[in-house]
């Protein structure tokens, strides 16, 4: 099982940094050369910093606390990335519409110096959109379980929706590190022509995937979680800062099926492997949580163990 290295070239940079000054530094004409580094190489980087630097709210906002801030006429950049027609049917108000991914191939009408409030209709396609900002120097928020599964459950909701399209605001910009900006549009070009679409599967289809030796399960839950139950055969790395340490013990020759909760981090988990190379997809509804309409692999009859 090949596996795939993931070497910092900025670690590699300090560690020399650190010898010279163990060692002694040599005079300026044997200076070793460091080498700059590859486009590759700056994309890998970002995204290993995304879950270095993941804060303690994992990018995602209650849809409770969201509501009760719109309620309290806050200024915030909210961003409906629901089909133009359900955004026109009713919508946050002030919210402004970029269906779908087309939000990566529109970054320069994103503001660079507030947060960014982004729902769909249960949070999962928000999940890879959110990682993806961040990583590219934004600071964007899902709002948690989305329109459909969220904000339109809390009492009252209504007060806080309208059809009246809101103009969009004038933006500062912000400068990306190209290489990251040209890694995001490939990124949203590859959806067009991928397999499995929109990087989501199924869980009857993952289902028929079980026990194929090219396609493993990660499980991000929780450890505690994962022992009481899991889909059999998965592997752990726990949801949070640091996870990104165990990444280079994934297999880079496999199909890699990511699954949470409720399919909201596994999508952002998704993002960060696919931008490091791994063919990684995210079950849709994860294991499942027990909502309205509860979905999911555990909800949906499939097998799990705690062995």
């Not at 606390?65 to 806050?74: L, N, T």
């Not at 499995?196 to 090219?214: F, H, M, V």
Request: charged content about 20%.
């Amino acid at each position: 099982m090949k596996k795939l290295r993931i070497v910092s070239p900025l670690l590699l940079g300090v560690l020399l940094v650190l010898s010279l000054a163990l060692a002694g530094c040599p005079p300026v004409e044997e200076q070793p050369v460091v080498e700059v580094p590859t486009d590759a190489e700056i994309v890998a980087d970002a995204a290993m910093i995304y879950f270095a630097i993941l804060p303690n709210d994992k990018n995602l906002i209650r849809e409770d606390v969201f509501v009760e801030r719109v309620k309290a006429g806050e200024d915030m950049f909210i961003l409906d990335i629901r089909r133009a027609e359900d955004f026109a049917a009713g919508h946050v108000i002030g919210a402004v519409n970029l269906p779908g991914f087309s939000v990566l191939v529109n970054l320069d009408r994103l503001p660079a110096d507030e947060t960014i409030y982004l729902y769909c209709y249960s949070g999962q396609s928000t999940g890879q959109i959110v990682a993806l900002l961040n990583i590219a120097g934004f600071d964007a928020k899902s709002v948690r379980f989305g329109f459909v599964r969220g904000i339109s459950t809390i009492e009252n909701h209504e007060e806080i929706v309208t059809t009246v399209p809101a103009d969009w605001p004038e933006v500062t910009k912000l400068e990306i590190e190209p290489a990251v900006e040209v890694a995001i549009k490939d990124y949203y070009a590859a959806l067009a022509i991928a397999e499995i679409a929109r990087n989501r599967i199924s869980a009857e289809d993952a289902y028929n995937l079980l026990g194929d030796p090219d396609t493993i399960f990660l499980s991000i839950r929780r450890a505690e979680d994962y022992a009481a139950k899991h889909i059999p055969g998965a592997i752990n790395i726990p949801f949070g800062r640091g996870m990104q340490a165990e990444f280079d013990e994934l297999p880079a020759d496999k199909l890699i099926i990511v699954y949470c909760y409720s399919g909201q981090t596994s999508n952002q988990t998704v993002a960060v492997l696919r931008l490091l190379g791994f063919n990684a997809v995210s079950l849709d509804n994860g294991m499942g949580v027990p909502m309205t309409y509860p979905r999911g692999w555990y909800f949906e009859g499939f097998p799990t163990t705690s062995l």
